[in-house]
């Protein structure tokens, strides 16, 4: 009869961990160990005959266990720009893959793709060519922080791999040289067997060879991943393992820069308040952002798609709609259960990656094999759910299509071969009855050796001297059985161990060891059978690792999509609690959006006002939004951007109905994050994030500008803003769209007038006591005051500043003199010289002494 095991194809034997086996009896008393007279215990050591090398094998592990994370979520970036064109590759040691960036153009000065590349990686060292232009050096230092020479390396010989920037010579990205090395990439996925052409052709199906900027980047990433792997301490394997090969494209990017994140409120990460554990890892929290709120994913992994996927909004109208269609389906009442199945399958579904590793290395332990097989049947039963409702998203079928024969394969063989409850209490790889005829046969013969080494024990015990009160039997593999005692007084001398009628091996601690007649017809009769049983299961582990690898490439596969599909749901759980709808993606260039609401803000206040947005061509492609402060014109910039922005991530959005053309760009000019580490002044970069505006833009970008200009005089301001306003009028038809919200009520009668230009201002009322009541809903029109006076009395600034603040107001309106205050040292100066000169004017005679001594008085 055959066994399973014959299903294997590799009769390899690999070292064992053995196991030490001990039996105590104790004499004339109770074992202090055991609540009876005989206490039977094992535990695991490492397959050597040294003996003072064992130690409890489950304490390693778990210890090893513990500490492979510290270094296991690292990302190296390789990038290479050459004449406008940049190729990039990344390797993240999480996922064992590599991700490789097709060639695109970046020829704008900021490299704003580069930029974008960088957020979307956060890679934490970084590779690049010595000979690139000073300005793409610059660029990269300053995004990773590398500003002393100590933080980069100039040269081959001083690559340091937990440098943030390593600076590498020209000759290491040869092209035919980068090339050669990833010819020689193997991967799981690749069929097996096969020749050097098949080989070949199967790379360059999942590579495009003609992006030389790629190929570049790529060929040194591999090539340095090979010199710093095992420096880097993060496994034990002498190269890094990559399991599959990933190409993601930067040309249907909404190109976003970091302040605009910022200002947007998508990401809000907030450090731990103790110095001492700020930047380790875990010590930051998500505060009250975009991605805080829309972030309720239940896997690791769907957290991190969902980051990738809000640093990285796409153009791309079918991927967008195919995650519509999901959140759709989610979203409707009668399909709760469905969706509950899911979130408990995706619970269950983990990262296998960093096992399967382990697993090539016959070093995983009992847990990241349970690991392995619940995600492995909760994938599966992810895929039949996803079967049933296959027509209704494009993910659906992607998943169903993931479950295949071998997988359900995987499956049964690791149920039917692996003993999970023998395993854990073990704590080592146990098979299971009826996978193998030989090996049951030696566990049958095994099975009954505890109560005849019980009985051993005891005999042996009965021949010991009498002050000899306890004995212990134990197996040492490749020794044998032998006895053991421990000390029968306090101070034992060498002599002292000798024992008649026993020999004496070696001294363990303070216990003595010894083989006696007995020890002897146990060797004779049991052999190592311990040992023929762990090297039958260690053969029958390799080839069931063997088995999981050659069908591991649709499990890869799944986990990825499974993990979107966990972000998906997310988005559709807030969609649900929040009243959001599906917007309208189209090519054509508009922005409708009716009752559109600020994400965050309608969640910290009880009644939230919707506005309208409409944008286009046919609408207007600016609007100029004046109001009085406080009135809700910065909400209103940020909410649509925000709409935009959640459209061209796949996520449903917060309004009543919502049409977005596709954008290119998203700028905005409204935060001023002003830092040491920048090294320019608050003005100066508001002027950078309107240049990038002007440069950049393009007819299908949205710019939201709030209150450029007043960094600096009103008169400059003033300009300034009228002059870039006016360059964008000047492009008529391809003008962007434009959202502008000021103060500086004279810019509506500068900038030229357009058929593409619209005037719109905040709604408020003023009470009988000339109190501001904002209503916070847009309408056309311009105002050409701010009411700044009436809200800042609101705020009790003090009716003495209010009051002074009103004089010089209507001093400076009228052209008036300023009036000097009341109760000012001047004003009482002045008095007092106004006294003195009354008094001089109205007496007869002028007595210089009292005038003296008038002046003098305070």
Not at 221 to 239: I, P
Not at 617 to 628: A, Y
Not at 729 to 751: G, M, Q, W
């Amino acid at each position: 009869m055959s066994s399973l095991a014959d299903n294997f194809n590799s009769e390899s034997i690999v070292h064992y961990n053995g196991d030490i086996s001990t039996t105590s009896c104790s004499q004339g008393g109770a074992n202090p160990h055991s609540d009876s007279g005989c206490n039977k215990t094992s535990s695991h050591i490492p397959s050597s005959s040294n003996v003072t090398e064992i130690l409890p094998q489950s304490s390693d592990t778990e210890k090893q266990y513990a500490t492979t994370d510290s270094k296991e979520d690292m990302v190296v970036l390789s990038v290479f720009w050459r004449k406008g064109m940049l190729g990039a590759a990344y390797y993240s040691a999480e996922t064992s893959e590599v991700h490789i960036a097709t060639d695109i153009v970046d020829v704008n000065p900021e490299f704003n793709i580069l930029q974008s590349l960088y957020h979307l990686v956060e890679p934490s060292c970084v590779l690049v060519i010595s000979q690139v232009p000073d300005s793409f050096i610059s660029m990269l230092k300053s995004l990773t922080g590398a500003d002393s020479p100590s933080d980069y390396g100039a040269s081959k010989e001083n690559i340091h791999p937990e440098r943030k920037l390593n600076i590498l010579p020209r000759k290491d990205y040869n092209f035919e040289a980068c090339r050669r090395r990833i010819f020689l990439l193997k991967l799981p996925s690749e069929p097996v067997d096969c020749n050097e052409e098949e080989h070949l052709m199967y790379l360059n199906s999942l590579i495009d060879m003609t992006n030389e900027s790629m190929i570049q980047a790529l060929g040194v990433l591999l090539k340095w991943l090979d010199v710093s792997w095992g420096f880097l301490h993060l496994d034990e394997q002498t190269q890094a393992p990559i399991m599959a090969i990933n190409t993601i494209s930067l040309e249907d990017i909404v190109m976003m820069n970091r302040e605009t994140y910022e200002a947007l409120q998508i990401f809000n990460q907030l450090a731990h308040p103790s110095s001492f554990k700020r930047g380790a890892r875990g010590s930051y929290r998500e505060g009250l952002s975009v991605y805080g709120i829309f972030n309720r994913c239940k896997s690791q992994l769907g957290c991190k798609f969902m980051r990738v996927m809000f640093l990285h909004p796409s153009r791309d109208i079918d991927v967008l709609n195919s995650r519509f269609d999901v959140v759709q389906f989610c979203v409707q009442p009668k399909n709760e259960d469905i969706v509950k199945n899911m979130l408990v399958c995706m619970k269950n579904i983990k990262n296998i990656t960093r096992i399967i590793s382990r697993l090539t290395k016959l070093s995983a332990s009992v847990r990241e094999w349970k690991c392995l097989h619940k995600t492995i049947y909760y994938g599966i039963m992810l895929g039949n759910l996803c079967e049933a409702i296959a027509s209704e998203a494009k993910l659906f079928r992607e998943i169903a299509g993931c479950i295949t024969e071998e997988m359900c394969q995987t499956d049964y063989c690791i149920n039917r071969i692996i003993d999970f409850k023998e395993a854990e209490l073990q704590n080592t790889f146990v098979v299971k009855l009826g996978v193998d005829e030989e090996l049951d046969r030696l566990k049958q013969k095994c099975g009954g050796i505890p109560e005849l080494i019980s009985s051993v024990a005891q005999q042996e015990l009965k021949h010991l001297p009498p002050y000899i009160k306890e004995c212990a039997l134990v197996y040492i593999p490749e020794i044998g059985y032998l006895l053991s005692l421990p000390p029968w007084k306090e101070s034992m001398t060498e002599e002292d161990w000798n024992v008649p009628g026993t020999e004496f091996m070696f001294k363990l601690g303070n216990v003595g060891h010894y083989k006696t007649a007995r020890c002897q017809e146990l060797d004779g009769m049991l052999g190592d059978t311990t040992v023929e049983i762990a090297e039958y299961e260690s053969r029958i582990l390799l080839k069931l690792v063997q088995f999981i690898q050659e069908r591991i490439a649709p499990l890869h596969k799944l986990i990825k999509l499974a993990s979107e599909l966990d972000c998906l749901i997310a988005l559709a759980l807030v969609a649900k609690e929040n009243n959001y709808v599906r917007p309208v993606l189209t090519t054509e260039r508009v922005l409708e959006i009716e009752g559109g609401r600020h994400p965050l803000q309608e969640l910290c206040v009880d009644d939230f006002v919707p506005n309208d947005t409409f944008s286009g061509e046919q609408h207007s492609l600016m609007k100029i939004i004046t109001g009085p402060n406080s009135s809700g014109k910065s909400v209103y910039l940020k909410q649509v951007a925000l709409i935009a922005f959640l459209a061209h991530i796949g996520s449903f959005v917060p309004a009543k109905r919502a049409k977005i053309g596709v954008l290119h760009h998203i700028h905005t000019r409204i935060q001023t994050v002003e830092s040491i580490a920048t090294n320019i002044s608050a003005f100066m970069i508001d002027l950078k994030q309107m240049i990038l505006s002007l440069y950049s833009s393009t007819p299908s970008s949205l710019i939201i500008v709030d209150e450029f200009g007043k960094g600096t005089t009103e008169i400059d301001g003033l300009a300034l803003l009228a002059s870039c306003l006016d360059h964008f009028l000047s492009r008529e038809v391809k003008c962007p769209h434009v959202l502008a919200s000021t103060h500086f009520h004279d810019v509506v009668s500068l900038v030229q007038k357009s058929r593409y230009l619209k005037l719109q201002t905040m709604e408020y009322i003023a009470d009988h006591d000339g109190q501001i009541v904002n209503l916070f809903k847009l309408k056309d029109g311009s105002v050409q005051t701010s009411c700044a006076l009436p809200i800042a009395e609101s705020v009790l600034l003090g009716s003495v500043a209010c009051n002074r603040a009103q004089k010089i107001y209507e001093a400076l309106k009228t052209g008036g003199k300023i009036p000097v205050p009341a109760n000012s040292k001047r004003a009482l100066r002045m008095e007092k010289y106004r006294n003195l000169a009354q008094t001089i004017i109205s007496s007869d005679y002028i007595d210089i002494e009292e005038i003296q001594e008038m002046c003098s008085k305070p």
